[in-house]
């Protein structure tokens, strides 16, 4: 069982910068972690994930170069580091874990958190 937490969710201003945080526990090892995001009326998509052991990542090709995804093995804690921010990186935030294949495959993940909330103002 893998439990997660994100956290650092806000409101911004165009071309700030925030940084998710998402805390894991339990079993995790061998897993993918991955971040998502849901826009109001929009489907969620994958946005960015590393394999934890690893430390292989991948992402979404419209937050190349803008956002990074990284790991500190001791915190147990994956990071979101979002810079350049735009209005339409507005949506809710998900961290997720799993013993994934394909990085950008929802359904892969089995264990998700709560979501937090990123507001990006024009």
């Known amino acids: 069982q893998v439990q997660l937490v994100e956290s650092g969710g806000g409101l911004v201003q165009a071309g700030g910068s925030l940084r998710l945080s998402c805390l894991a526990s339990?079993?995790?090892?061998?897993?993918?972690v991955g971040w998502f995001r849901q826009a109001p009326g929009k489907e969620r998509e994958a946005i960015a994930a590393?394999?934890?052991?690893?430390?292989?990542?991948h992402y979404l090709d419209s937050v190349k170069g803008r956002f990074t995804i990284s790991k500190d093995n001791a915190k147990n804690t994956v990071y979101l580091q979002m810079n350049s921010l735009e209005p339409e990186d507005t949506a809710v935030y998900f961290c997720?874990?799993?013993?994934?294949?394909?990085?950008?495959?929802?359904?892969?993940?089995?264990?998700w958190g709560q979501g937090t909330q990123v507001t990006v103002s024009s």
């Open positions: 997720a874990a799993g013993y994934t294949t394909t990085w950008d495959v929802l359904s892969q993940y089995r264990y």
């Open positions: 339990g079993r995790i090892s061998n897993v993918g």
């Open positions: 590393i394999t934890w052991s690893r430390g292989s990542t």
